[in-house]
């Protein structure tokens, strides 16, 4: 490819995981990882919630939806504090802990990725990820979404991973939310789990089936703590898994469930049914004891629906270390998890192909209901709401309202994780578009990294079914 470049501006900030192991022992010796209940910000939040992000305008999680114009929003990829990233960069799928204040508005917004790694194998929708078991559309009502590939089908032995989700109860299978393949030149592991078979010496543990020994050198968090069978933590490590099959973890993290400011607060979790006692009317969800009664109220099923691997979303208060669940939402099929996007229309080819909020959407379904307008109005330009659910990378709407017509700009631009790099054509795809670069083309960054997984933002004009770029920005995925 040949390009007009210009001096780099937009260069990787993260340190190299060398580095990074550094700075954590450096802060180990004189300082604390910031309490949970603040989701590691500092700030004192009135409510919680955790889970999936399924949709924006705001950002909604699990449904619920947050104003999020003053949040701050993190990503928790250093052992000691998360790492400060644009609303732009939260994607569907993503797990997230979620602060918001009386008038549920977000304070502060923290993704966690369950794990970060090399695929060891993969046979249908099951991979082992740096020696965990991942499933992909695995449990009724906790679909799927994939990044920088389109089907699962494209991901192969070798490629580097970043999966959030939530972990089955039986036997710690990982049951992914969101699977993105990253830049293959990275190294760093990082897995997240529930800690067994924690060695008396505290040098070793097991997460998820796989064998973790703690490196000479290894910082453990928060200072002080002793590591315990059943707590969650999150291990890093600067290489993969040895030839033994194990990993020789630098940092570990002990995560205590998030809880709001006080007592008596909103909070709000989603993930799996496990430990149900239905004659103590309790069950567990992650590390929270849930407690329900004759006031709480079930949607989508009743009480005696309730069963070890249910998908479920409890919103109640916390009392002690219990949830009181005041609503308990069982997800049992596809279309319980509702997706909900609202924003500008991008990159129009046809209805079958368009992005909102650089999510792909597929608008050519027979059965889908439009309000406010017809489905002759959806050009890139227009403002649309579109609700559905995600298959694969694509969401599929059951209903699109138009806020408002198209505007008559031809412009376009995208940001997203690369898929495909096709370089005797000069184009590449990523969010389902294919990207044209021409010798007019101004580049920020290094082409070299123009590969599948590397992150791009990309501004130009549409026509010939392709975003002619004007301008390319592109870095490596750490």
Not at 103 to 128: C, D, F, H, M, Y
Not at 212 to 220: D, T
Not at 377 to 401: C, F, K, W
Request: hydrophobic share 40%; glycine share 12%.
């Amino acid at each position: 490819m040949s390009s007009t470049q210009r001096p780099t501006t937009w260069r990787r900030t993260g340190l190299t995981v060398a580095a990074l192991f550094g700075l954590v022992m450096l802060l180990s010796c004189g300082g604390e990882v910031d309490g949970i209940g603040s989701s590691g910000t500092g700030i004192t939040t009135s409510g919680v919630q955790i889970g999936t992000i399924t949709g924006f305008g705001s950002v909604i999680v699990e449904g619920n939806s947050y104003d999020s114009a003053a949040a701050t929003i993190q990503i928790d990829r250093n052992p000691t504090l998360p790492t400060a990233i644009g609303e732009s960069s939260l994607r569907l799928g993503m797990r997230v802990e979620l602060g918001f204040d009386a008038s549920e508005k977000a304070q502060t917004v923290v993704t966690r990725p369950e794990v970060i790694g090399v695929i060891q194998t993969r046979s249908g929708n099951t991979l082992t990820v740096a020696g965990q078991t991942v499933r992909s559309n695995a449990v009724p009502g906790v679909d799927t979404v994939l990044e920088g590939v389109e089907s699962i089908d494209e991901l192969q032995v070798g490629d580097r991973i970043e999966v959030h989700g939530v972990r089955e109860p039986a036997t710690e299978t990982l049951v992914a939310t969101r699977i993105e393949r990253l830049d293959s030149a990275g190294t760093q592991v990082r897995i997240t789990g529930t800690a067994s078979n924690v060695a008396a010496d505290q040098r070793s543990l097991v997460i998820g089936g796989l064998g973790v020994g703690l490196a000479s050198n290894a910082v453990v968090l928060p200072s002080g703590v002793q590591l315990a069978n059943g707590q969650r933590v999150t291990v890093w490590s600067a290489s993969g898994l040895d030839a033994g099959g194990t990993l020789s973890a630098q940092a570990i993290r002990v995560d205590p469930e998030p809880t709001p400011g006080g007592a008596s607060q909103p909070l709000r979790t989603a993930g799996i049914v496990r430990q149900l006692a239905a004659g103590q009317s309790s069950f567990v969800v992650g590390q929270r004891p849930v407690i329900y009664g004759a006031d709480t109220r079930f949607i989508g099923g009743a009480a005696s629906d309730l069963a070890n691997g249910v998908a479920v979303r409890v919103r109640g208060t916390l009392q002690g270390a219990q949830l009181v669940a005041a609503e308990i939402r069982l997800l049992r099929q596809a279309s319980d998890s509702r997706v909900v996007i609202e924003g500008a229309v991008s990159n129009f080819v046809s209805l079958a192909s368009l992005l909102v909020r650089d999510t792909r959407v597929d608008a050519s379904g027979a059965t889908i209901v439009f309000s406010g307008g017809t489905a002759a109005q959806i050009q890139s330009g227009a403002v649309i709401r579109v609700e559905g659910s995600v298959v694969n990378d694509v969401l599929v709407p059951t209903l699109i309202t138009i806020r408002s017509a198209a505007t008559a700009s031809a412009t376009g631009q995208t940001e997203g994780v690369v898929a495909a790099v096709f370089p005797t054509l000069r184009t590449f795809r990523v969010n389902g578009v294919s990207v044209a670069l021409s010798n007019a083309t101004v580049i920020d960054g290094d082409l070299t990294d123009l590969r599948p997984g590397a992150q791009v933002r990309v501004t130009g004009t549409f026509g010939s079914g392709q975003l002619q770029a004007a301008t390319l920005r592109v870095r490596p995925r750490e």
